[in-house]
């Protein structure tokens, strides 16, 4: 109904404007009580803590399906898979960070590498990942898109034009990081290749 046709014929308020009580069905939570209507698995959701793992059956967390060793299980089986189906490259030439799944962390070399795991007792993976050099690159057509977007402007990026010293600027900045090697980037995982680790 338009705002207008309600306008034109209101519903007051009266005393006996009921059906009269009416008896709801539905689910509620046996710890707590709390009503959830027709929505079944929330209130059976709503009071436990743990649920079975979906895997072995074990009790975990309930915001988990599957219990911590079976996550850990099945994290290193992608890891493993990950590592058989990357390229073995040589050290040789390499001047990439090395990355590690399993840490999550970037190195700077296979060395930096065996010494955090010295320090923290952990035993080397057999092979680690390489990564590839990522520079970055600043889109001012994409800049002028946002800008536009945010403004609810309708051709901004056609009619609107940054100022020269700004595209200058950019395209200085675009330029340095084609040809600086380390800082103007960042080192991106490779899957595709990985390293033997040495010890
Ligand atoms: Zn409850
Ligand atoms: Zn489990």
């Not at 007792?121 to 536009?148: N, S, Y």
Request: charged letters at 35%; proline letters at 2%; a negative charge.
């Amino acid at each position: 109904m338009s705002e207008s046709k309600k306008n034109e014929d209101p519903k007051v308020y009266e005393e006996n404007a009921v059906f009269g009580e009416i008896t709801l069905k539905g689910w509620g939570c046996k710890t707590c009580n709390t009503f959830y209507g027709d929505d079944k698995s929330v209130a059976q959701y709503c009071c436990c803590t743990h649920r079975k793992c979906n895997e072995c059956g074990e009790l975990t967390e309930k915001t988990y399906l599957i219990c911590r060793k079976c996550r850990d299980k099945k994290e290193a089986e992608k890891l493993q898979a990950r590592l058989d189906k990357a390229k073995e490259i040589s050290q040789v030439g390499y001047e990439n960070m090395i990355y590690s799944e399993s840490h999550n962390a970037c190195y700077h070399d296979i060395d930096s590498y065996l010494t955090r795991c010295e320090n923290d007792d952990v035993d080397p993976e057999e092979f680690v990942f390489a990564t590839t050099f990522k520079r970055f690159h600043i889109d001012l057509a994409d800049i002028k898109e946002r800008v536009g977007e945010e403004h609810e402007i309708e051709d901004f990026s056609m009619t609107f034009d940054f100022p020269e010293h700004l595209v200058k600027a950019i395209k200085q900045f675009n330029r340095d990081a084609m040809v600086q090697k380390k800082n103007l980037g960042s080192f991106q995982c490779d899957y595709t290749r990985k390293l033997k680790v040495e010890v």
